[in-house]
């Protein structure tokens, strides 16, 4: 009997010191920022800037805008690793077909200055957004805001404060509690998880257009995230699945070639 309250206090203690280790280290956990030196040049065109913007908490944000053709702006909010030296090449699906884009990198990642949190992405898309318009002329309903799997939340957030031409999420979860929670049930990472992203509520006060992308082979984020945040849009919306897709491969497929050319210019 002895034996056995031993064992069971030191499966008590063990679990109780995963949930701390969750808690202390669940930052590094979810984001993998990289990192650029100051002097890191990138390949731009004759209508491309490298810019940083300076957010409501003063606070530096490394930027790259491409010129295109069109009155559109694609706002682009990438995914939880890397940094511009790699996202900068998701603006080619766009410039592509003529759109200007506007691609950031959040604080604590490449040139971008401060640490990583959930209310500081939210102002460096506002000062994203407000770039866009102040300084670039744009008009609200010529912004796209587009979000990538962790970015789906900023990009929700963003939305759901300011009217725009459209929004795109790819990958997207309803929330990112309600994501902790299925990967680590027996942990019940919500109750300290310190990001929320909640986009299954802030979706409600989205106002304009809505196109969700995901794939049916997604494991890290599965579909049925799409398929909530779907029902809960009272606008506008579609929704494409790309059965044989997976996480971060989409643009892969023919029928994310299909969006850029046939659906985006049509729907928004």
Wanted: hydrophobic share 45%; with cysteine; net charge neutral.
């Amino acid at each position: 009997m002895n034996l056995l309250k031993i064992l069971a206090c030191i499966i008590v203690i063990l679990y109780f010191l995963v949930v701390v280790l969750l808690y202390i280290f669940q930052t590094r956990l979810i984001f993998y920022p990289g990192k650029l030196s100051k002097d890191f040049k990138f390949k731009l065109g004759d209508n491309d800037r490298e810019v940083f913007l300076e957010t409501s908490d003063h606070e530096a944000i490394h930027a790259l805008f491409f010129g295109g053709a069109r009155a559109e702006v694609i706002l682009y909010f990438h995914g939880n690793a890397g940094d511009l030296g790699g996202w900068q090449f998701v603006a080619e699906d766009f410039t592509a077909h003529g759109y200007n884009v506007l691609i950031i990198d959040y604080r604590g990642y490449g040139k971008s200055a401060g640490t990583i949190s959930e209310n500081g992405f939210y102002r460096d898309a506002e000062a994203a957004y407000t770039f866009l318009v102040q300084e670039k002329g744009f008009s609200p309903q010529d912004i796209i805001i587009y979000g990538r799997s962790i970015g789906t939340g900023v990009a929700v957030d963003l939305a759901s404060k300011h009217k725009t031409r459209g929004l795109i999420l790819e990958s997207p979860y309803s929330s990112l509690k309600k994501l902790a929670n299925e990967k680590l049930p027996l942990l019940f990472p919500s109750l300290y998880l310190r990001f929320h992203f909640n986009n299954i509520q802030k979706i409600k006060k989205v106002e304009c257009p809505v196109i969700l992308i995901h794939g049916g082979k997604d494991t890290l984020i599965p579909a049925a995230h799409s398929e909530r945040l779907f029902k809960k849009i009272t606008g506008e919306k579609k929704m494409i699945l790309i059965p044989e897709g997976s996480h971060n491969d989409l643009n892969s497929f023919q029928e994310y070639d299909e969006f850029l050319e046939e659906i985006l210019p049509a729907f928004f």
